[in-house]
Nanobody, 114 residues
């Protein structure tokens, strides 16, 4: 499984971005896809995840602002981020779980200016 994350950029506080995570390779075995983020000098934290059947969950700090979704026809998972805050600034990574294995995409940088 290969994951390609994109959609990051510079945005003002209160703005929106949509991140994409496109999967290729043995995608039929993907159970869950998650988004994680790592702010400068901090650990990488879970942000949201979505299962094969569409069940989604989000960390409390982004609930009501971020929405994870998936388009199975396009083999892509999205993270719609609204009402962005400066504390959302981080490198965002997607991660796919296939049975006992997991795969990371390269990060995409989101910078929120106040």
């Amino acid at each position: 499984v290969q994951l390609q994350a994109s959609g990051g950029g510079l945005v003002q506080a209160g703005g929106s971005l949509r991140l994409s995570c496109a999967a290729s390779g043995s995608i039929f075995g993907i159970d869950v896809v998650g988004w994680y983020r790592q702010a400068p000098g901090k650990q990488r934290d879970w942000v949201a995840s979505i299962s094969r059947d569409g069940t989604a969950d989000h960390v409390d700090s982004v609930k009501g602002r971020f929405t994870i979704s998936r388009d199975n026809a396009k083999n892509t998972v999205y993270l719609q981020m609204n009402s962005l805050k400066s504390e959302d600034t981080a490198v965002y990574y997607c991660r796919a779980f296939v049975g006992p294995h997991n795969y990371w995409g390269q990060g995409t940088l989101v910078t929120v200016s106040s």
